[in-house]
Nanobody, 123 residues
């Protein structure tokens, strides 16, 4: 069983920075492709970034150049560093794990999810 717990969500001003974290329990964390998704108010959950088991990274167009995904396999943790935040980044941020090799941006391809952490960017 894999459990994910996000933390670090907060209220920040436009242009600010924030890092959200995801602690992962369970075996073989290093073998899981991991992703960050977000759900803005009243909208569907959508892809933000993912990192593969070899460290390869993919980003959604709206966050490319501003957000950085990383992982620390020694402590079973996933991170999302967010810079130059905009009000449009306001959402609940979820981390997700896949137990199969994937580079997918589709949330349906991730089996395990955290409960989410709220990020609010004020204008």
């Amino acid at each position: 069983q894999v459990q994910l717990v996000e933390s670090g969500g907060d209220l920040v001003q436009t242009g600010g920075s924030l890092r959200v974290s995801c602690a992962v329990s369970g075996r073989d964390f290093s073998s899981y492709p991991m992703g960050w998704f977000r759900q803005p108010p009243g909208k569907d959950r959508r892809f933000v970034a993912m990192i593969g088991t070899g460290g390869e990274r993919y980003y959604a167009a709206p966050v490319k150049g501003r957000f950085t995904i990383s992982r620390d396999n020694s402590v079973n943790a996933l991170y999302l560093q967010m810079n130059s935040l905009e009000p449009e980044d306001t959402a609940i941020y979820y981390c997700a794990a896949s137990v199969r090799p994937t580079e997918s941006t589709n949330p349906m391809d991730y089996e395990y999810w955290g409960q989410g952490t709220q990020v609010t960017v004020s204008s």
